[in-house]
Nanobody
Framework: QVQLSESGGGLVQAGGSLRLSCAAS????????IAWFRQAPGKEREFVAR????????YYADSVKGRFTISRDNAKNTVYLQMSSLKPDDTAVYYC????????????????WGQGTQVTVSS
């Protein structure tokens, strides 16, 4: 059974930083891609960043490029999202998703999800 669990969200001032964690279990990591998405109130879930476990290749949404970094820790079966220079527009619930094979940008491509963690950036 695939399980994902996010943590690390919170309240931060604009310009600050946070690191989100996505702990994964029940899957063979080398076969999977992990992505971070976010959903603000009244908006659709949108892609933030993704990483393919076996290669470590990464890809980012234009809105976070240069500010966010996705990485993985093989020993801990965990993917991180380091967020810096945060803006009020980054306020959302952040979710991690997992899928077999290559990474993708659409939420519908990911069958496994965590419960989400709230990130609030104050101005």
């Amino acid at each position: 059974q695939v399980q994902l669990s996010e943590s690390g969200g919170g309240l931060v001032q604009a310009g600050g930083s946070l690191r989100l964690s996505c702990a994964a279990s029940g899957l063979t990591f080398s076969n999977y891609a992990i992505a971070w998405f976010r959903q603000a109130p009244g908006k659709e879930r949108e892609f933030v960043a993704r990483i393919r476990w076996i290669s470590g290749s990464t890809y980012y949404a234009d809105s976070v490029k240069g500010r966010f970094t996705i990485s993985r820790d093989n020993a801990k079966n965990t993917v991180y999202l380091q967020m810096s220079s945060l803006k009020p527009d980054d306020t959302a619930v952040y979710y991690c998703g997992a899928r077999l094979g290559s990474s993708a940008d659409l939420p519908s491509n990911y069958p496994y999800w965590g419960q989400g963690t709230q990130v609030t950036v104050s101005s």
